[in-house]
Each structure stands twice: as structure tokens, then as C-alpha cells.
């Protein structure tokens, strides 16, 4: 099953994207109002809505254009990012493998969907193409074997970084240099695990103006989805709609010699295989 987040209301996507557009069910129509039509609000009845989604009607899908897709969950209650979490990446950082998940968090206020401009903050700013994942059913203190069965869906996202603000004094500064306005897309669809063959072997990537800088599996995640759903979950209680950020891998501008950071024009363009692509236009303040 695959959703989007079209101008605000949740939509069940029916088929595949052509000329710039996606066949689309509006859930409140179609549901006749059993669901909501705030994207956000799905996850709080994740396994009802899954039951109807199954055999819903689907005739009544109409094309949607690709531009009017916003983020895919708009205003998760908790944002988790995880650092470090590629063997390649912390190699390219200069910093060693950790042995537990490096978490810190990116505001929601940074959210965006997955087409439009972003204006730059006024530090180097930096790419970081992840695989996201959506919780669908609370989960506190939950076995690894058991993670995937609180996952509702997998998206795309970009933990687009200003360096300048994230390293501006030791220790470093994750959450506010990983959130300033539009430096967390994701989509531009939510899909569910039983469409991969393996959800846990993605091939992911991003490039600028067309050039490939980052290519990846995460097959090479340090801590798994699986994995980081059991350890976030034995501090806290991960809740239905809350979302994470897995880590990138090897690639990012700030590892390159000499450095390379976005500037104004540039186009990003990111993905995850099996969900689909980002693409942003980097403007100036
Ligand atoms: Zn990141």
C-alpha cells in the first residue's frame, strides 16, 4: 500500500507515476468519512485504516499532480535522526563506529514535502539522503525480532545540514543545524514493508544538478530498522505516526575534497528504490 499527503489530505495511491502525476483516493471520500482527512491522524488507527484500505473501492482514483504532494506525516509527535549509522559515512566524518545509535532530533518546524525550493540558512549547506522510517503501532520496550511489526511504512528524506551551524562549537550541534526551514523533506509516498522484497535491503542515492554523489544499501546500516526501533524503544515509547531519520551514507559534501555544499540554483534530487524521488531547488534567503 502506498500514501501521500496531497494539498493537506490523506490520499491512497493506486497506481504508478506518469507525466508528473499519480492516481490518487481521497481516504475521507472514499471511507465516507469513517477516516479523517489529515494524513497525520492515520497512524492513531493504523491497523483499521490498513483493513478498509485492503478492500477499498478503487475506481475513483483521479490524477494528482506530483507538485501538490506535501510531507507524507506532516507533524509526527517525536522526530528521532540517528548519526553515524553507515560504516562509509562515520569513516568520511572521522569518527569511529558507535557501538549504540547516535539519536538527536530535527524539528518539525523543519518538515517539507517532496518538490519545491528551499532557501538556504547561511552556512554550508549539505546534503544527506536517508531512509525513513514511519511507526504505525506504539512501541516501548519491544524485541528487534518483533521492530518491523511496529513499522507502518518506509518514505524518503533528506537531513539537508548547515555544517557551519552544526560545528559551530564543540560538542556538535545536531537538532538546530539539521532544522531550519525545509531541511527535512520526505516522500513523496508512505510505503508499507510487504511491498519490498526486502525491507531491509534498499538501494538509496542522491544527486546535484544530475551528478551522482551519494549511492548506498541499507543493507549496510550499522543499526537496522528492526534494530533501531528496539533500542529507541527500550528508553522511550515510540508512537503511532512518530518517524526516523536511519543515517546516510558516504558522500555527503562535508567528507569531499575539497568540501562541496549547495548553492543557489542547485538542483537535489533523491532516492530510495521501491518508493520514489525528492527533488528540490536551492534558492537564496
Ligand atoms: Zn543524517
Known amino acids: 500500500m502506498r500514501l501521500a499527503n496531497c494539498a493537506g489530505r490523506l490520499v491512497l495511491i493506486t497506481g504508478d507515476a506518469s507525466q508528473g502525476s499519480l492516481p490518487a483516493l481521497d481516504v475521507e471520500t472514499a471511507s465516507e468519512g469513517l477516516f479523517s482527512a489529515d494524513p497525520q491522524?492515520?497512524?492513531?488507527?493504523?491497523?483499521?485504516?490498513?483493513?478498509?484500505?485492503?478492500?477499498?473501492?478503487?475506481?475513483?482514483?483521479?490524477?494528482?499532480?506530483?507538485?501538490?504532494?506535501?510531507?507524507?506525516?506532516?507533524?509526527?509527535?517525536?522526530?528521532?535522526?540517528?548519526?553515524?549509522?553507515?560504516?562509509?559515512?562515520?569513516?568520511?566524518?572521522?569518527?569511529?563506529?558507535?557501538?549504540?545509535?547516535?539519536?538527536?532530533?530535527?524539528?518539525?518546524?523543519?518538515?517539507?514535502?517532496?518538490?519545491?525550493?528551499?532557501?538556504?540558512?547561511?552556512?554550508?549547506?549539505?546534503?544527506?539522503?536517508?531512509?525513513?522510517?514511519?511507526?504505525?503501532?506504539?512501541?516501548?520496550?519491544?524485541?528487534a525480532a518483533d521492530g518491523w511489526n511496529h513499522v507502518a511504512g518506509l518514505t524518503v528524506g533528506q537531513d539537508i545540514s548547515d555544517r557551519t551551524a552544526q560545528f559551530a562549537a564543540p560538542p556538535a550541534q545536531f537538532g538546530l543545524g539539521k532544522s531550519f526551514p525545509g531541511y527535512s523533506p520526505i516522500g513523496p509516498v508512505l510505503v508499507t514493508p510487504d511491498e519490498f522484497d526486502d525491507p531491509d535491503r534498499l538501494t538509496l542515492g542522491c544527486e546535484v544538478n544530475g551528478t551522482a554523489v551519494q549511492k548506498g544499501t541499507t543493507a549496510d546500516l550499522v543499526f537496522s530498522v528492526s534494530t533501531l526501533v528496539a533500542e529507541l524503544s527500550s528508553t522511550l515509547e515510540l508512537l503511532p505516526g512518530d518517524v526516523i531519520f536511519t543515517g546516510t551514507p558516504a558522500g555527503v559534501g562535508h567528507g569531499r575534497t575539497p568540501p562541496q555544499y549547495l548553492r543557489a540554483g542547485d538542483e537535489l534530487t533523491s532516492w530510495v528504490s521501491g518508493i520514489g524521488v525528492l527533488r528540490h531547488r536551492f534558492v537564496s534567503a
Open 41 to 143: 491522524a492515520i497512524y492513531a488507527r493504523w491497523a483499521e485504516f490498513r483493513a478498509w484500505a485492503e478492500s477499498a473501492q478503487r475506481d475513483a482514483a483521479t490524477p494528482v499532480a506530483e507538485s501538490a504532494l506535501g510531507p507524507v506525516v506532516p507533524r509526527p509527535a517525536q522526530v528521532f535522526a540517528i548519526g553515524l549509522n553507515y560504516r562509509d559515512h562515520a569513516a568520511e566524518s572521522g569518527f569511529a563506529l558507535p557501538t549504540a545509535p547516535v539519536v538527536f532530533t530535527k524539528y518539525v518546524s523543519s518538515f517539507t514535502g517532496p518538490t519545491g525550493d528551499i532557501t538556504l540558512s547561511p552556512g554550508d549547506v549539505d546534503w544527506e539522503v536517508e531512509l525513513v522510517v514511519v511507526i504505525g503501532t506504539a512501541a516501548r520496550r519491544v524485541d
